[in-house]
């Protein structure tokens, strides 16, 4: 919408990197000692902060317009898909298994990203009220 058309795109980039960063670590780099380890560090820690921060931007940014507040939805999904690639599949793996996904991880991927939207556009909305003074 405005500036750098790529530009736009840099947050969800990093928030897909960070995802994918914590796919490759869960099945290249730890075993079944490591889970509580993962799991905070990965699920308590880097996704919420990274889909936190991110969403600051996003909400800070005019590039998106008002369309921006569907992003909630997307980071919800994947934080959600980040659990079902992971330890979810990692248990029907082993027991042969098949279950669905957990739906309701959606709405805390989707709360987290929600509250640095909210965030980022209070930023920039108090921004906009100083340059009018």
Known sequence: MFGNPIRKWIPVI??????MLTILVFW???DGSDAMGFSLVYFWFLLPVSTFLLSLALGNSRHWGKIRWVWCLFFGVMYM???YVTFQTANMTATG?????????????ALISFAGMVAGALHR?????????
Request: hydrophobic content about 60%; aromatic content about 24%.
């Open 14 to 19: 990093l928030y897909l990197f960070i995802w």
């Open 28 to 30: 290249f780099f730890t």
């Open 81 to 83: 898909l980040a659990a």
């Open 97 to 109: 298994i098949v279950r669905i996904p957990d739906w309701k991880m959606i709405w805390i991927g």
């Open 125 to 133: 909305a108090k921004k906009w009220k100083k340059k009018d003074k």
